[in-house]
Structures are given as structure tokens and as C-alpha cells.
């Protein structure tokens, strides 16, 4: 294809690009730049390029936008079973120290595979973890799975698969985990496909890590072959914030082609023969090339529209609810309270859920009427499995700030995830309602950067999600 744009329009466009998705469209990548716009300009209601380019300049870019154009920028080659020396590494090593690990304690895994595309690579973990965790179901798995495209994500979600993603996957993968439809297309099986939740997550967006996304405290994040596309700058970015996203003792997976120390400065890499892996170690700015023997011992303007909210779900009478009420001894200061429920954060953030319950309680004892302390304990209840105690205490919050936008969604999302569809939608209209009364740019209490105008785009597209039944029910 012959570039038609101006090179002043296709550097515009270019950084326009960097700042909202963090890839990089140097001069030499120009014309793939413009073949995404050409291809993008019919969604955008466009039958010329140039006139779609200068749109795409002349105002903030929605959420709704960034989609349409992620669709057509992004690269989503993947396979099942790619890049087979970094899985090694983390069957033979990562995996079997964790289980070892937490064997004792908390029965715990928390994998994410970042920038997941069609699925491939987040089914190729549960596989992995269906076969060498043999009491699999004494265990609390998390595999979260984001991207940026929601084409992908919406094929990842139904698992169903052409002989292209089996290009190098070992021969007992189909027999052993799919079932081949009739059109000759092949589909996970159901029981592989709940280990995984895919979700929309845009690495330019600061939102992350979080609980209110599940992108915290995680033990193992793999992103292959996804900072390889982004700006130094951004890329660089992206790597803190995993950091941040991970346990102490947690590991970076990148793509062998990725592997360099300077761009993931803030880890310790970790030399194994056949690659390079990142790992976050505990009070330590060493940046020092560990081999694998040296290691240290392990581990201990959419203007969407937005749809007519259901009406507002009441919120429990205060006889339904046991909220301890103020006892008449002297209030710890508030410093105090401001420890404990630090503690409590810093804990969850490094999954260490127990403990992370414990100092909840206490930021609790000491601080009846906070209904954050109660959101922070049902975000932990809900990571440790415990739903119906994840609820009570999102409904304690409710009692204490009915406003409380991000416990209404976290309602949500647990009915949601439980099949209550009903409730789900409730809950979802209500933060519709409640984010009415916020400027779309002001950052939600207990969000971590999350703001009102995001939320409302992500509670839409939920509800957009919900089975239709719901909506009849
Ligand atoms: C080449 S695929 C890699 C898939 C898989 N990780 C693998 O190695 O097989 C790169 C993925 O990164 C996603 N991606 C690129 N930029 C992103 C961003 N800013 N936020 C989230 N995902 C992004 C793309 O949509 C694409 O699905």
C-alpha cells in the first residue's frame, strides 16, 4: 500500500497512538499505521482516510474509539503452546516452588497472561495447571487474561479454535482437552475454559494494578510479545506497573526478544539456560544478573450511550444488617486507623489474605463506621472464595455510604459471576445512577485511578454482556 497521508499527519498520528495504547508506529511502520486507519474509517462512519485521520486528531479519543482502533492496529499472532522454553521454566521451576510454597498455607495461584489475544497462551496455562496440580480443586486459582481488543477477547471467551492455533502444541492437547465440532473447528472443554476470566484492560490506562480489577498480587505475569510493539517510553511504563502488580518473589515472563534488563530495571533478571525471566524481589533495587543456581530460595467521548438504569436497588434496612455500632471507649487517633487499614491493603496487595483479614478486623475494631474498611474486607473475602462473606460485607459498606459506587459494583460482579443475573443488573444500574452525580474525569474513592467516566464505560458494557434472559427475568 502507498502512503496517501501527510508525513506532519502520520507522526500525529502516530503519537496520538503511543499516548492511548502505548504502540509504536516509527516511520518505517507507517504504512501499517495507515492501513489500520484505512480499515478503521469505515467504523468511524468515514469512506476517505483523511478525513477520519484528522477526526481521530480533533478530539479525546473514548474508550469506544480506542476499541475500534485497537481492533485494527493490534498484532494477535498466537498459538497454544508458544515460545515452549519459558513454559518449561515455569513447569519445571516457577510452579513446583509455588506449590511447595503454599502448599502449607493459603492454597493460592495468581497467573495473569497480559495482552492474552485470542486466548491461546491463558488456556495454555490452566492446561498446564490441570495436569501437574493433581489435587487441583484444593486450590484457589486465578488466571486472569486481558487485552486491549475486544474482538479477541470476545473469541477467546467462547474457546473455539482452527488447526492454525494448534501449529506447535504437542499431539495430546486436542485429544485430551478439546472436542472437535463438526465444522472441524475445535473447542475447549468447559472445565479448562472456567479456570480463566478474560477481561478488557488497556496498558496505557493507569488503572492497574488494583483491586477493583483483580491485577494485584499476582504471582507469575506473562507478557510475550506484546512490549515488543510499544515505545520504549510506554513499555517502560507498562513494566512498572507489574511490578507493582506482583508479590514479592513474583515473576515477569517476556518474550525471549523482549528480555532486557535497562527496559525491566525494576527486577532482578534470572538467567535459566534457554531464557531470561524477571523476577521482583523483596526491598531490593538490585538490578544484579542472578543465575539460576545463585537464586535466592523461593518463596517463602464514547459519548456511549448509556442505557436507562434499572431502578436503584434499595439498600438494606438497618435491622437486616449487624454494623457495630461506636462503643464508648476512647477512639484510637486517626493515625492509627490509617495504619491498619495500610497494613491490611499492603497484604492484600501482596496476597497475603489472612493477614490481610486480620489487620481488616482491626481497622474495623477501630473504626466502625469506615465503610471503605468493609470494601477492602469484601475485595479479600471475594479473592479467598468466600462469596456469601464477600457480600455481607459489601452490604455492611452499602449500609454505612448507600453512595458507595465501587461496592455497588463489586455487588455486581460477584451476582454476575455467581449466574444471578438479576442482581447483577441491579447492582450494575445502580452505579450508573451514583456516577451521574461525578464528572466523568474525577477519580472514584477506593478505585486506584479508576474514574467515573471509565466505570461508567466498563458498567455499560456489562449490562451490554448480561444474558438477555436477565433483563426478563
Ligand atoms: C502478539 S499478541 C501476543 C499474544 C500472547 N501474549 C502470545 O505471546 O502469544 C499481542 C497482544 O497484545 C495486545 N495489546 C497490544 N497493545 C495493548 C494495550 N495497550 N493494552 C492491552 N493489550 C494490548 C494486542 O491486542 C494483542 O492481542
Redesign the pocket.
Known amino acids: 500500500m502507498s502512503l496517501t497521508l501527510s508525513p506532519h499527519l502520520l507522526s500525529r498520528l502516530s503519537e496520538l497512538v503511543a499516548t492511548q495504547?502505548?504502540?509504536h508506529f516509527p516511520p518505517e511502520r507507517w504504512t501499517d499505521l495507515e492501513r489500520g486507519i484505512v480499515a478503521a474509517a469505515p467504523d468511524f462512519n468515514f469512506s476517505d482516510r483523511e478525513s477520519c485521520a484528522q477526526w481521530l486528531l480533533s478530539a479525546p479519543l473514548t474508550r469506544q474509539m480506542n476499541e475500534v482502533l485497537?481492533s485494527h492496529l493490534?498484532?494477535?499472532?498466537?498459538?497454544f503452546f508458544?515460545?515452549k522454553q519459558s513454559l518449561g521454566i515455569f513447569e519445571e521451576h516457577i510452579l513446583p516452588m509455588l506449590l511447595q510454597s503454599r502448599r502449607q498455607n493459603e492454597r493460592r495461584l495468581r497467573i495473569w497472561?497480559a495482552?492474552?489475544?485470542t486466548g491461546?497462551?491463558a488456556y495454555t496455562l490452566a492446561i498446564l495447571l490441570d495436569r501437574l496440580i493433581p489435587d487441583l480443586n484444593d486450590w484457589n486459582i486465578t488466571i486472569l487474561a486481558?487485552?486491549?481488543?475486544p474482538k479477541?477477547l470476545r473469541k477467546a471467551a467462547l474457546g473455539i479454535y482452527g488447526e492454525w492455533s494448534f501449529r506447535d502444541a504437542p499431539v495430546w492437547l486436542r485429544e485430551h482437552y478439546f472436542t472437535k465440532n463438526g465444522d472441524g473447528s475445535f473447542e475447549i472443554h468447559p472445565r479448562i475454559k472456567k479456570m480463566v476470566t478474560f477481561s478488557y484492560?488497556?496498558?496505557?490506562d493507569d488503572i492497574y494494578p488494583s483491586l477493583a480489577n483483580n491485577t494485584s498480587a499476582m504471582d507469575v505475569i506473562?507478557?510475550?510479545?506484546?512490549l515488543m510493539?510499544?515505545t520504549a517510553q510506554h513499555a517502560k511504563q507498562v513494566a512498572d506497573h507489574f511490578h507493582r502488580a506482583l508479590v514479592d518473589g513474583g515473576w515477569l515472563i517476556v518474550?525471549l526478544t523482549e528480555a532486557s534488563n535497562s527496559l525491566l530495571s525494576s527486577f532482578t533478571p534470572v538467567v535459566f539456560p534457554r531464557a531470561v525471566l524477571y523476577r521482583k524481589m523483596k526491598n531490593t533495587e538490585s538490578t544484579s544478573r542472578v543465575s539460576e543456581h545463585q537464586r535466592p530460595p523461593l518463596f517463602a467521548k464514547t459519548e456511549v450511550a448509556l442505557p436507562m438504569p434499572p431502578v436503584m436497588q434499595p439498600v438494606p434496612a438497618a435491622t437486616d444488617i449487624h454494623v457495630a455500632h461506636a462503643d464508648p471507649l476512647p477512639a484510637p487517633q486517626q493515625d492509627e486507623r490509617e495504619v491498619l487499614s495500610r497494613m491490611a491493603r499492603s497484604c492484600a496487595d501482596q496476597g497475603q489474605l489472612s493477614e490481610a483479614l486480620a489487620w481488616c478486623e482491626k481497622a474495623i475494631a477501630a473504626d466502625k463506621l469506615n465503610p471503605s474498611h468493609y470494601y477492602l474486607s469484601a475485595t479479600i473475602l471475594q479473592e479467598q472464595g468466600q462469596h456469601d462473606g464477600a457480600i455481607q460485607s459489601l452490604m455492611r459498606a452499602l449500609y454505612l455510604d448507600p453512595d458507595f459506587a465501587l461496592a455497588h459494583f463489586a455487588l455486581g460482579n460477584l451476582h454476575q459471576s455467581q449466574g444471578r443475573y438479576r442482581e447483577a443488573q441491579r447492582y450494575f444500574g445502580n452505579v450508573l445512577l451514583l456516577l451521574r452525580k461525578h464528572p466523568p474525569n474525577e477519580t472514584l474513592p477506593e478505585a486506584d485511578g479508576l474514574t467515573a467516566g471509565r466505570l461508567a464505560e466498563i458498567v455499560t458494557s456489562l449490562l451490554a454482556s448480561l444474558p438477555q434472559a436477565a433483563a426478563n427475568v
Open positions: 495504547t502505548g504502540l485497537a493490534s498484532i494477535g499472532e498466537t498459538y508458544r515460545e497472561s495482552g492474552c489475544s491461546e497462551e486481558t487485552d486491549f481488543n479477541f484492560l488497556n496498558f496505557a506473562l507478557c510475550r510479545n506484546v510493539y510499544f518474550s
